[in-house]
């Protein structure tokens, strides 16, 4: 393949070597010794006469949230301290399991932890269990998620520490009960005191783990509620996921034979917030294909790998961004006024007998009409021609 016109400042700085950064000062020096050391204690949500400090994962989560995320069964929890270092991806851990009869979801797990921006480690299973479209943002001011089983927030870079330029991923703290990429809101009629928990969880431990790391960031309170994500029917000639103009190719539009489903005939979508907007098209529990746009500036550079070294080349008019395509998952990575952007096409399976052939045939009108939305456009990809 062969690229076409001259690279500007965001193709030099993503072609240019990670560099080690052996210096990286703490963010706090003699953190480690600061905060709870490990244990294992068990506890009842009827306790309310407890310390604040004594409250699970670094004295974060209070009476109300607990009994929110397990009513009133007992539970047992099991902490590591956090510590912040050099070369330290992993800040601390803290897990609280329900005693009793074990069911799906009874142990919360919450980590504290750095994605790589780096090497692009993180850049499929970190997004692939907290970027879905049955995540709801969390609200303004607040980047992060929440669904039943799952929430995760960026901390503010200038508190966790981080470089931009060298494509530093974000310190995330994220929550996470049951089994990785399976959401049972459809089970439960009270979906939306559980993500409205989850979400509140987060938050608290957010602003415990800024506090320690000597940040006077103060984070908005808790959402009194969240809703559900959206879950539509599509029906025949309307544009995938409700981006405009978005359609699939033409052989996908011809009827399927008797008794096999109609390929992506509803689609589930987190909604259009501003730094992340996510649809899976087709039928649960195994949708085929996954449109994602994020603009958070960390969470690009968790996911810049796929736009650089991801598969075929692909370019833009206007020389703003750069991307790659293969058969599973197509990235754009684009400057835009606001800042970087990126758009990604995911197909995780073949339809009926069709080829692999969803990222190539969409990626062009996703990246065009979302960058329309976000105030990016008007953004017109191309694929690079053969040497």
């Known amino acids: 393949m062969k690229s076409e016109g001259k690279r500007g400042p965001l193709w030099r700085r993503a072609l240019r070597a990670p560099r080690r950064r052996d210096a990286r000062i703490a963010v706090v020096a003699g953190l480690a010794g600061a905060l709870l050391g490990t244990g294992l204690t ?6 309310f006469d407890r310390e604040a400090k004594a409250a699970p994962c670094w004295g974060a989560l209070g009476d109300e949230t607990l009994k929110g995320l397990f ?41 504290v932890h750095r994605l790589d921006g780096l090497r692009g480690t993180d850049a499929h299973d970190w997004p692939a269990e907290f970027l879905n479209p049955f995540m709801t943002p969390l609200g303004k001011g607040l980047p992060g998620m929440a669904s039943t089983t799952r929430a995760w927030l960026a901390l503010p870079a200038r508190c966790a520490g981080g470089d931009a330029e060298d494509r530093d ?21 009270d979906g939306d005191a559980r993500r409205t928990a989850m979400g509140r969880a987060v938050i608290e431990t957010a602003t415990i783990v800024l506090r320690y790391l000597g940040c006077s960031t103060t984070l908005p ?25 978005l359609h699939l190719p033409a052989s996908y ?22 730094l992340i907007r996510v649809c899976d098209a087709g039928e649960d529990p195994s949708p085929r294909l996954r449109l994602t746009t994020v603009t958070h500036p960390g969470l690009v550079n968790v996911l810049a790998t796929s736009a650089l070294r991801g598969g075929a080349r692909v370019t833009d008019a206007e020389d703003r961004g750069f991307g790659s395509v293969n058969a599973a998952r197509a990235a754009y990575l684009a400057e835009c006024p606001s ?47 053969e040497d």
């Open 42 to 47: 068990a506890w009842g949500t009827g306790a």
């Open 71 to 111: 009513g009133g069964a007992r539970f047992a929890v099991e902490e590591q301290r956090l510590v912040q270092g050099e070369r330290e991806s992993t800040l601390g851990t803290c897990r609280i399991t329900g005693q009793g009869e074990r069911l799906p979801g009874d142990q919360l797990t919450v980590r």
């Open 221 to 245: 309170a808790p959402p009194a509620a969240l809703g559900n994500t959206v879950e539509e029917a599509r029906a025949a000639g309307e544009p995938l996921c409700g981006v405009k103009g």
């Open 253 to 274: 539009a011809k009827k399927p034979p008797p008794g096999r489903w109609k390929p992506f005939g509803e689609h589930r979508r987190s909604g259009d917030d501003a």
């Open 339 to 385: 800042g970087e952007a990126i758009f990604l096409v995911e197909q995780s399976d073949n339809v009926q007998g069709h080829p692999y052939d969803l990222t190539a045939a969409l990626l062009p009108g996703y990246v065009a009409a979302e960058a329309e939305r976000i105030g990016c456009g008007p953004l017109r990809v191309r694929f690079d021609a």
């Open 169 to 189: 991923g974000p310190v995330v703290v994220d929550l996470s009960r049951g089994p990785a990429n399976f959401d049972d809101d459809w089970a439960f009629e």
